[in-house]
């Protein structure tokens, strides 16, 4: 592979996460609050999102067995019918002429779904990218390092607004931001870049086969990753969606949250070269259960932060950021590692590989937002409790750090 290729098709293939990731903290963030803000009680607004999560849960298996079935080509055609169903899903869920929990809930599972058609596929390819495990987290990290400038180009979108608050008016500046980039992007993607060739027509799967289930279930590596996973994605999801309760009601520092959300992204985006270099010294489980660690030991600081001390929360928001790139970048590279050896030895199953773990990261979405905001409101969020107020100190980091916790422990032994 000549040095020009080598650096410019993981970047065509990570370009696509750029304004996908644009959608993430809209989606996962501002949206329960937005819609709340439009009249929907918190505990409504969960509850329809937590309904709209379990569906698209449902969806991901039949997603990853059409995305093996279907070859390459047919994982191409999945992309672009996910491209067109998000963009009009998008516009239907950001840009409400009247909010309604069907609404919601239609608009949201649409979205949803249409989010599975483009991500199981996209995310399979990074296991035919390479047959050389390093080369597939150049592939995985330069995918989530675009994700993280995604993520900060969303944030930085409320200054240029000069209204951090104004909810419509900036979803009205990321929809048409979202659907040119988006466009550009995948066509590029899929007119540049080059997969690895196999040697023979591997067998594929069938979705309901008990032995499909069976061989992911008693493959060891999957048994090592996928619940450690599980429980830090759900580690991550809970202070995603409770961060501007937080900001807002606990530390009062209201006027600084798309500050603080920047200065966390951007530490995550200038580490990822370091656990990149260090996967590759010390291992991806090793330097992903570093990474876990490092996160822990900043969090705990959160429930010695006094209301309105910015510097020290802001501290918090930068340590334990640089931890957010290992945390998607090394699991999806060891993800990829995973999926190319079992389809190499039992034929394609990466599509219903990376459905599962799809699944795990939406339940875990499901279960932030389905959970914590209905508990919120039966504690008296809208009676402004203090009991309340002390719950969502303990969901937003107490909860995660113990979640994190029990990661290490299953991965103690991972290699």
């Known amino acids: 592979m ?16 750029w304004p996908l990731a644009m959608l993430g903290i809209p989606l996962y963030v501002y949206l329960p609050t937005y819609y709340h803000q439009m009249g929907l009680q918190l505990a409504v607004v969960g509850s329809m999102l937590l309904l709209a999560r379990i569906s698209d849960i449902f969806t991901d298996p039949v997603v990853g067995w059409l995305c093996d079935y279907s070859g390459r080509r047919g994982r191409y055609l999945l992309i672009v019918l996910g491209w067109l169903l998000l963009l009009f899903g998008l516009w239907q869920l950001l840009l409400p002429a009247q909010a309604s929990a069907v609404h919601l809930l239609v608009w949201a599972m649409w979205v949803y779904l249409a989010w599975t058609l483009m991500m199981i596929p996209y995310q399979a390819l990074s296991a035919e990218v390479s047959a050389v495990a390093h080369i597939k987290t150049h592939y995985t990290a330069t995918r989530e390092g675009f994700a993280v400038v995604g993520v900060i180009t969303v944030l930085v979108l409320p200054f240029l607004l000069d209204n951090s608050q104004d909810y419509r008016q900036l979803f009205s500046m990321l929809y048409p931001l979202v659907s040119i980039s988006l466009t550009l992007s995948l066509a590029l993607m899929l007119w540049r870049l080059r997969l690895i060739q196999h040697q023979s027509v591997r067998q594929t799967h069938a979705l309901l086969s008990a032995t499909t289930w069976r061989l992911i279930c008693t493959d060891h590596s999957s048994r090592t990753l996928l619940p450690a996973y599980g429980l830090n994605s759900l580690a991550n999801a809970l202070p995603a969606t409770l961060f501007l309760l937080f900001v807002e009601h606990v530390l009062q520092l209201n006027d600084y949250m798309g500050l603080l959300l920047l200065g966390f992204f951007l530490s995550g985006i200038l580490a990822l070269p370091l656990w990149v270099w260090l996967s590759k010294k010390i291992g991806k489980y090793s330097a992903w259960r570093l990474s876990m660690i490092s996160a822990c030991l900043s969090f705990i600081w959160v429930f010695s932060i006094a209301p309105g001390n910015l510097w020290g929360f802001a501290a918090i928001c930068l340590f334990s950021g640089l931890s957010v790139a290992a945390d998607v970048a090394l699991p999806s590279s060891i993800q990829a590692d995973i999926a190319q050896d079992l389809s190499d030895k039992n034929g394609s199953i990466s599509g219903l590989l990376f459905a599962v773990w799809g699944m795990l990261t939406k339940l875990s979405l499901a279960l932030a937002v389905g959970l914590a905001l209905p508990m919120l409101g039966w504690l008296g969020w809208e009676q402004h409790s203090a009991l309340s107020l002390q ?25």
């Open 391 to 415: 719950g969502l100190l303990w969901m937003y980091a107490g909860v995660p750090i113990a979640l994190k916790l029990s990661a290490l422990y299953w991965l103690r032994k991972a290699r």
């Open 2 to 17: 000549s040095k020009y290729r080598a650096c410019s098709q993981p970047l065509i293939y990570g370009l696509v996460s």
